[in-house]
Nanobody, 121 residues
């Protein structure tokens, strides 16, 4: 199983980016998939996740970020709008065999390599 994250980059505050996470080797249509991020010197934190039609967001991104999934492409997306400098981090996609969402990194079975998002002020 491989998760390939892409779409990171440098953007000004207030701008938008869309991250993608392409899964291969397994279909995750019914499993939980999520985005986490890790800023320098900080612990990895939950950002947003989706399982079936259920979604969950961290308070810090609710209303600005949207997580979606294209089942046909086995791909998870994270649309990030109104970006702030504090959103700067390496963003990771993750998937778990269970079909319910969890916010703890240790409960996920598969991880992508991470993509860097830098928001300038």
């Amino acid at each position: 199983v491989q998760l390939q994250a892409s779409g990171g980059g440098l953007v000004q505050a207030g701008g938008s980016l869309r991250l993608s996470c392409a899964a291969s080797g397994r279909t995750f249509s019914s499993a939980a998939m999520s985005w986490f991020r890790q800023a320098p010197g900080k612990e990895r934190e939950f950002v947003a996740g989706r399982s079936g039609s259920s979604t969950r967001y961290a308070v810090s991104v609710k209303g600005r970020f949207t997580v979606s999934r294209d089942a046909a492409k086995n791909t998870l997306y994270l649309q990030m709008n109104s970006l702030k400098p504090e959103d700067t981090a390496v963003y990771y996609c993750a998937a778990r065999k269970a079909d319910w969402l969890a916010g703890t990194p240790g409960t996920y079975d598969y991880w992508g390599q991470g993509t860097l998002v830098t928001v300038s002020s």
